[in-house]
Nanobody
Framework: QLQLVESGGGLVQPGESLTLSCTAS????????IGWFRQAPGREREGVSY????????NYADSVKGRFTISRDNAKNTVYLQMNSLKPEDTAIYYC???????????????????WGQGTQVTVSS
């Protein structure tokens, strides 16, 4: 089946770290750019990070730059988001999404993505 599945979410204290995984089935991620998005209750979905098909280009929201790192392992059909120095405002459901290259540079628009995972909950609280 055509599916993206996120895993690795959970409850952590401020300052701790967490790594999320996004694994694909039914598609081969070698041919897709991948974005991580998050959505908190009452808030719009926002782009967190992005990685191109080759992995040579990455992007981050200003709010997470320097704390989060995106990477991919195409042999495992998996993309990762390492989150360090977590803050309470990072609490949200995190989603991964895939899109074929479209010849555009913007990455924060959700409607540009073709496939979405079901989300994984990240809660940062003392």
């Amino acid at each position: 089946q055509l599916q993206l599945v996120e895993s690795g979410g959970g409850l952590v204290q401020p300052g701790e770290s967490l790594t999320l995984s996004c694994t694909a089935s039914g598609i081969t991620l070698d041919y897709y750019n991948i974005g991580w998005f998050r959505q908190a209750p009452g808030r719009e979905r926002e782009g967190v990070s992005y990685i191109t098909m080759s992995g040579r280009t990455t992007n981050y929201a200003d709010s997470v730059k320097g704390r989060f790192t995106i990477s991919r392992d195409n042999a495992k059909n998996t993309v990762y988001l390492q989150m360090n120095s977590l803050k309470p405002e990072d609490t949200a459901i995190y989603y991964c999404a895939a899109r074929r290259p479209k010849g555009v540079t913007t990455w924060t628009t959700a409607s540009l993505y073709d496939y979405w995972g079901q989300g994984t909950q990240v809660t940062v609280s003392s």
